[in-house]
């Protein structure tokens, strides 16, 4: 299938390991994040939101740290396997021109490639 | 988290032509939207499917060019009018459950040749 990560910055890490995505984020105003697993020939998948009001949140695995003073967004992944490697995206919930609620900003996407 | 589906799931269309896909829902949602996702890259928002009224456009994207349905809580069809090779795209519909969490369909991988 058409591999979506083909443009994208690429992260390659050791099976096992843990992995750090990072996003930086424009709008001040957005209030909601969410980050988005998409598999080769697949939909976003979401993994984890965080609210504004909120520096950190964890799942199964997965940790998501949102910094507001410089608008940056990071997704951690504890023991990595190899069922992890996709296209991880960030998305915002911000302001829209056109005022249609909850519509989101995906930002540009990182490869996570994990080696046996 | 609701079950969406898509069709078709792909298609091969000549530059001119129209295709209509189709998003359906296992569940009433109130919010559903439209994003286009072009080869190798991030997805782009391109409407808000609005239940009972027109859909909310976002900047770049018109209802000649796309215009939506959303004809129940549970459904939703968006055209791809007059098809370039530009138009080369996969097409995602999504849904939002509770306060914000938004869920994606399979994408419809459309080329246009």
């Known amino acids: 299938g058409e591999s979506v990560g083909l443009h994208l910055p690429t992260l390659s890490v050791q099976e096992g390991d843990n992995s750090i995505i990072n996003c930086a984020y424009s709008?001040?105003?957005?209030?909601?994040f969410i980050w988005y697993k998409q598999e080769s020939g697949k939909g976003p998948q979401f993994i984890i939101d965080?609210?504004?009001?909120?520096d950190k949140r964890q799942g199964q695995r997965v940790t998501v740290l949102l910094n507001k003073t410089v608008k940056h967004l990071s997704l951690q992944i504890a023991a990595t396997q190899p069922g992890d490697s996709a296209v991880y995206f960030c998305?915002?919930?911000?302001?829209?021109?056109?005022?249609?609620?909850?519509?989101?900003?995906f930002g540009k996407g990182t490869h996570l490639i994990i080696q046996p | 988290s609701a079950v969406i589906s898509q069709k078709p799931s792909r298609d091969i269309c000549q530059r001119g032509t129209s295709l209509t896909i189709q998003c359906q829902v296992d569940?009433?949602?109130?919010?559903m939207f439209w994003y286009r996702q072009q080869p190798g890259q991030s997805l782009t928002l391109i409407a808000t499917?609005?239940?009972?009224?027109?859909?909310?456009?976002e900047s770049g994207f018109v209802i000649d060019k796309f215009p939506i349905s959303r004809p129940n809580l549970t459904f939703s069809t968006l055209t791809v009018s007059n098809m370039s090779p530009e138009d080369s795209s996969i097409y995602l519909c999504?849904?939002?459950?509770?306060?914000?969490?938004?869920?994606f369909g399979p994408g419809t991988r459309l080329t246009v040749t």
């Open positions: 709008n001040s105003a957005s209030d909601y």
């Open positions: 999504s849904v939002t459950q509770g306060a914000h969490e938004q869920y």
């Open positions: 499917a609005n239940q009972g009224s027109e859909a909310t456009y």
């Open positions: 965080i609210r504004s009001n909120m």
């Open positions: 569940s009433q949602v109130t919010m």
């Open positions: 998305a915002e919930n911000a302001q829209r021109t056109g005022g249609g609620a909850d519509g989101l900003t």
